[in-house]
């Protein structure tokens, strides 16, 4: 009788430290999910402030919010994008930003596919216009350089329309330049 409570009394300690250890399992396991957590906040952070905006609000980089901007005067002309203003926006881009060709190209076509979205021209304008104007690391040449880009992407089918023109008159008033 006596082994047969010795067996039941080896059998109850190896049965509790097992339940112990499978316990200490899912603490670790728990504290493994919180470091994870922890480690993934400033990520999941920034997702959150991006979701919060949308369109040009996330826009931040003055070179994508110029090619929106050549896109937005080429768009005023009426109709959908030509060839020739195509060709004239992605030039403007590789002789400006010094962007390889293929660089250009995908510019552009970001620079397009953000133009579908986009709120209408004349705020679109106004809201890029300032991003540029403000941005810490353009200076006046670049202001200068862009307003050409601009007028040589509205002048790539002819003269410009009066929307064109309007447009181009939001950007110089918001960067103070004179016509």
Known sequence: MHILLGL??????IGFWVWRLQMAKRGL????????TVANAPRRLAFKYKSGKGGLDLIDD?????AIMMMQIALARGGPLTLLQGEVIEAEIREHFQYTPGDAQELAAH?????????????TMTQLSRLVVH???LGPKEIV??????VAVS????????EQMALLQVYRDLAGLKT
């Open 155 to 162: 002048e790539a089918e002819g003269l410009p329309t009066r």
């Open 135 to 137: 941005a810490s690391q």
């Open 29 to 36: 396991d728990v504290a493994v999910d919180v470091a994870k």
């Open 111 to 123: 620079a397009s596919w953000v133009s579908q979205s986009c709120p209408p021209p004349h705020q």
């Open 8 to 13: 039941i009394a080896v059998l109850a300690t």
């Open 145 to 150: 350089d862009l307003d050409a880009m601009l």
């Open 62 to 66: 003055p070179r994508e919010a110029a």
